[in-house]
């Protein structure tokens, strides 16, 4: 039941299957090198918007109008090697976009929280909290020596 905030540094599809796999939460950017399939949209864009179920990621990006993004994926990564064996595992997630009109690009996170349970901007605004933590932390070990 916990959530965890993940620096990019920690990002691993595997890591991310065993924290839901013992029912926890997370949220990570996403890494700019991932481009996993849509699979199905969690909010409807209003109007005629382009169908993006089946395309990749960055293929979508491209030419993308929507301020707001919140799609389900499918990845696929290898577990560990077991008796001599690697298996390969397929699992959906959630990624959410959300447009910074100063550098004209979306914010991409990953996670596992359901649409229920945090919208597109609250996860973007949980994950900013992150961030504040660190600072905090940085202004501890500078100023109070705490890391000593």
């Known amino acids: 039941g916990c959530l965890l905030l993940f620096d990019l540094g920690y990002f691993k599809y595997a890591l991310f299957d065993r924290i839901d796999h013992f029912s926890g939460f997370f949220i990570s950017r996403l890494k700019g090198l991932c481009n996993?399939?849509?699979v199905a949209l969690n909010v409807a864009c209003p109007?005629?918007?382009r169908s993006l179920i089946g395309q990749k990621l960055?293929?979508?990006l491209k030419g993308?109008?929507?301020q707001c993004l919140d799609i389900q994926?499918?990845?696929r990564f290898p577990r560990r090697i077991y008796k001599g064996k690697?298996?390969?595992?397929?699992r959906q997630f959630r990624i959410v976009g959300i447009y910074d009109e100063e550098t004209q690009a979306h914010h991409l996170y990953i996670t596992n929280i359901s649409v229920e349970q945090l919208t597109a901007e609250q996860v973007a605004k949980?994950?900013?909290g992150?961030?504040?933590?660190e600072l905090i932390f940085k202004q501890l070990k500078s100023y109070f020596q705490i890391d000593a």
């Open 36 to 38: 996993p399939k849509i």
């Open 86 to 90: 690697r298996t390969w595992v397929k």
């Open 47 to 49: 109007g005629r918007a």
């Open 130 to 133: 992150r961030w504040i933590v």
């Open 64 to 66: 993308l109008k929507r």
């Open 126 to 128: 949980t994950y900013a």
């Open 73 to 75: 994926v499918e990845v």
């Open 58 to 60: 960055k293929d979508v």
